[in-house]
Nanobody
Framework: QVQLVESGGGLVQAGGSLRLSCAAS????????VGWFRQAPGKEREFVAA????????IYTDSVKGRFTIFRDNAKNTVYLQMNSLKPEETAVYTC?????????????????WGQGTQVTVSS
């Protein structure tokens, strides 16, 4: 199984930046795609961004385009989510997940492995 360990969350002022990390171990390269989701209190889980491991092709939810960047470091078996110009409404638990095989990119039901989540709090 693929194991995912997240880090990088914290408290940041509105307009600030954070970089989240998702370190993979185990069958790292058996993952077809790695994505980031977020869930705010009382809200449903929302897709944020994903990257296809082999090709590096990325996809983002519309609300974060131009501000967030997902990228990978193959040597470190790590996927990052660079978040810039953060907004208070983006306060949430951010979780990385991996698909063993390709599937619907934006639905959590299609992801096979999940990290524990890391809290991101954006203050105003």
């Amino acid at each position: 199984q693929v194991q995912l360990v997240e880090s990088g969350g914290g408290l940041v002022q509105a307009g600030g930046s954070l970089r989240l990390s998702c370190a993979a171990s185990g069958r790292t390269f058996s993952a077809y795609r790695v994505g980031w989701f977020r869930q705010a209190p009382g809200k449903e889980r929302e897709f944020v961004a994903a990257i296809t491991w082999s090709s590096g092709i990325t996809i983002y939810t519309d609300s974060v385009k131009g501000r967030f960047t997902i990228f990978r470091d193959n040597a470190k078996n790590t996927v990052y989510l660079q978040m810039n110009s953060l907004k208070p409404e983006e306060t949430a638990v951010y979780t990385c997940a991996a698909q063993a095989r390709g599937g619907s990119v934006s639905y959590g039901e299609w992801y096979d492995y999940w990290g524990q989540g890391t809290q991101v709090t954006v203050s105003s």
